[in-house]
T-cell receptor, first 113, second 108 residues
Framework: DSGVTQTPKHLITATGQRVTLRCSPRSGDLSVYWYQQSLDQGLQFLIQYYNGEERAKGNILERFSAQQFPDLHSELNLSSLELGDSALYFC????????????FGPGTRLLVL | KNEVEQSPQNLTAQEGEFITINCSYSVGISALHWLQQHPGGGIVSLFMLSSGKKKHGRLIATINIQEKHSSLHITASHPRDSAVYICAVLYGNNRLAFGKGNQVVVIP
């Protein structure tokens, strides 16, 4: 158990809908990272937050947004969902910045029908 | 073109064998990560390297910055080592790029 929690574990929704994925980092970790893993694209870095501020941005679509709250938990919002958004979404956390070891949550499996 | 290439894509070994998997990258990096993803989907960070060599138990990771290449070695392999091993590089302004992974199967 990495200490990083993600909810929900599974999510099934329809095209055009909006969902929110939630992540609680390990106690004391200031950074939260979001990743998308699909069968054809592999693992992709979406975005990093450090102590409430956006720190690094990867291949995150404009339909997706994230934030980190004062208690350091983070949410990833996915809107106008498309079939191709079906994937595993992982959250990870680290004590400091992106060069440190990251601890991954169990992931949220999203299926868009 | 993917910044990170991993080889071999698939590897099957007998229990006890020495395994080497490789990661090559095309950009100047500040760090390289090796991740392990088990069949259930969970991801564990194994190593973060910026130079030289690191060892943890039966796992050894090396990196050659000049040749833009890293290897992950598994000594005395065991069926519980069966997993996908993913290489990721940190480059530019905090950009992360991932390889497609090496699928390793260790047969008892």
């Amino acid at each position: 158990d990495s200490g990083v929690t993600q909810t929900p574990k599974h999510l099934i929704t329809a095209t055009g809908q909006r969902v929110t994925l939630r992540c609680s980092p390990r106690s004391g970790d200031l950074s939260v990272y979001w990743y998308q893993q699909s069968l054809d694209q592999g693992l992709q870095f979406l975005i990093q937050y450090y102590n409430g501020e956006e720190r690094a941005k990867g291949n995150i679509l404009e339909r997706f947004s994230a934030q980190q709250f004062p208690d350091l938990h983070s949410e990833l919002n996915l809107s106008s969902l498309e079939l191709g958004d079906s994937a595993l979404y992982f959250c990870a956390s680290s004590t400091g910045d992106i060069q440190e070891t990251q601890y991954f949550g169990p992931g949220t499996r999203l299926l868009v029908l | 073109k993917n910044e990170v290439e991993q080889s071999p894509q698939n590897l099957t070994a007998q229990e006890g064998e020495f395994i080497t998997i490789n990661c090559s990258y095309s950009v100047g990096i500040s760090a390289l990560h090796w991740l392990q993803q088990h069949p259930g989907g969970g991801i564990v960070s194994l190593f973060m390297l910026s130079s030289g060599k690191k060892k943890h138990g039966r796992l050894i990771a090396t990196i050659n910055i000049q040749e833009k290449h890293s290897s992950l070695h598994i000594t005395a392999s065991h069926p519980r080592d069966s997993a996908v091993y993913i290489c990721a590089v940190l480059y530019g302004n905090n950009r992360l790029a991932f390889g497609k992974g090496n699928q390793v199967v260790v047969i008892p």
